[in-house]
Structures are given as structure tokens and as C-alpha cells.
């Protein structure tokens, strides 16, 4: 099973694949088997084993599709690599990133396009800026190797800490630091998203938000664009 953007795929043997998207009103239900929630959302996909049932309700878009329906699906075909499946390359993102398709538009409108990279939601976006030492308004042909090379290890590797630890971007010391000192997650858990007018973890300048594409971003002026710290992702390894 695999989660592709907003949508998902359960493969089955014999080339078979369940394909639904969640849309924005999809909804999962959980409970007994035959137990129907109150519930005036309509049932689209159910799945169930002798004690639990998976009911999944609103979506409208489930197909069951072959290996070459696979491939010639119109939102499928279209999605950037995944940054949280485990078969996707650092070269696949590289590739991706010097598409000419995309050299030309903004960080902040690629990092939440899923036809570039699928996968990074709107606080992401925020943390991989951050921790790649990039601006929302740079461009993939503004970037020099390094550069490139660290948003791609940013993306891949805040979109697997995230996953990881159920949303927290920030990394194991600095957790276990705040824990101790008697912060609450929503103190600790990311290092810019969130966090208006604190300072930031690495340089202490105050976090700015922005609106970009009419979502919220937060960025530290000093850490991104000129600043040279390196992130280190030693806790996924
Ligand atoms: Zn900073």
C-alpha cells in the first residue's frame, strides 16, 4: 500500500491495484464490522477483518485498475517522485529539480505542487526551506550543486523524520532537550512553521510569516539566504 499525494493504492497480486482520492472531503471511519457510524456521508470503500472495519466515506474518485491503467492514469501519471516512498532516489528528485518545466517558478509554489515532488504538505514546505538555507522566492535555476543537494536531502530527510515521529521535523536532541526544560510539542515540534516572533533554534533572529499562494510560511531571515549551517539528518541512518 502506498500514499501518492492525496490519494492512495493498495496493490494486489495479479497486477491489480485499489486507486482513491481522498479529494478534500474524503473520510476515514473506523469501528466494528456491520456497526454503520451516524453518519449522513455516503460509503464508498469498506475494508474489514473479523474485529475492525475500515470504512472509507465521501471520496468519490475509487477505481480498480490494471498495471497499464496504472500508468495512464491522469492523476498518477502525473505526480512527482513520492519523497516519503522508500523507492524514491535522491536521483529521481534531482531530475525533477532540473526539469526545465519547473526552472523557472518560485521554491514556494514547487514545494506544494505535487506534480514536482508528491508528498510535502503546506508546514513542510516551511521546514524544508529552512533547513536547506533557501528563500520561497529562489528559483531551481538559481541554485548552485550545493544548493540543489541540500533541498533535496532536506526534503527527503524531513519528510521521513516527519513520518517518523508523527509530525515533529525537529531533530532527537533538540526534542529531548525541551522535554526535559518542560516544553509542550506544539514549543518543540518544528523548527520554523508555527513559530512567529520566537527566535530561531539556530541563529536566535526572530521567525517572520509570510503568506505565499495564500498559505502560511515561516522563514528566518539570517538562516535563509546567506546562512551556512548544515543540517544533519544522523538520526535517520
Ligand atoms: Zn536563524
Redo the contacts with the bound molecule.
Keep these: 500500500m502506498g500514499a501518492q499525494g492525496k490519494a492512495f493504492l493498495i496493490h494486489f497480486e495479479g497486477g491489480r491495484s485499489l486507486y482513491a482520492h481522498m479529494q478534500l472531503y474524503g473520510r476515514w471511519m473506523f469501528g466494528k464490522p456491520g456497526q454503520e457510524p451516524k453518519t449522513n456521508r455516503q460509503l464508498r470503500l469498506s475494508l474489514s477483518t473479523a474485529e475492525q472495519e475500515a470504512r472509507l466515506y465521501s471520496a468519490t474518485d475509487i477505481e480498480i485498475l490494471t498495471a497499464a491503467g496504472l500508468k495512464k492514469h491522469p492523476y498518477l501519471s502525473r505526480l512527482g517522485p513520492d519523497l516519503l516512498d522508500p523507492g524514491t532516489k535522491q536521483s529521481d528528485l534531482f531530475e525533477r529539480l532540473r526539469d526545465k518545466k519547473f526552472s523557472g517558478r518560485r521554491l514556494a509554489a514547487l514545494l506544494l505542487d505535487q506534480t514536482f515532488w508528491a508528498g510535502p504538505g503546506n508546514y513542510l514546505r516551511s521546514e524544508i526551506l529552512f533547513c536547506a538555507g533557501l528563500t520561497p522566492e529562489m528559483r531551481p535555476r538559481d541554485l548552485d550543486e550545493n544548493q540543489a543537494r541540500r533541498l533535496v536531502e532536506a526534503a527527503q530527510g524531513l519528510a521521513r523524520r516527519s513520518l517518523k515521529t508523527k509530525g515533529i521535523t525537529t531533530p532527537p536532541d533538540l526534542v529531548t532537550k525541551a522535554k526535559k526544560a518542560g516544553q509542550t510539542r506544539r514549543w518543540y515540534r518544528h523548527w520554523v512553521f508555527n513559530r512567529l516572533g520566537r527566535p530561531?533554534?539556530?541563529?536566535?533572529?526572530p521567525i517572520r510569516k509570510e503568506e505565499w499562494g495564500g498559505r502560511r510560511l515561516y522563514r528566518?531571515l539570517?538562516?535563509?539566504g546567506g546562512?551556512t549551517w548544515e543540517m544533519n539528518f544522523a538520526d535517520l541512518e
Excluded at 200 to 205: H, K
Design positions: 530561531c533554534w539556530v541563529c536566535e533572529t528566518c539570517d538562516c535563509q546562512g
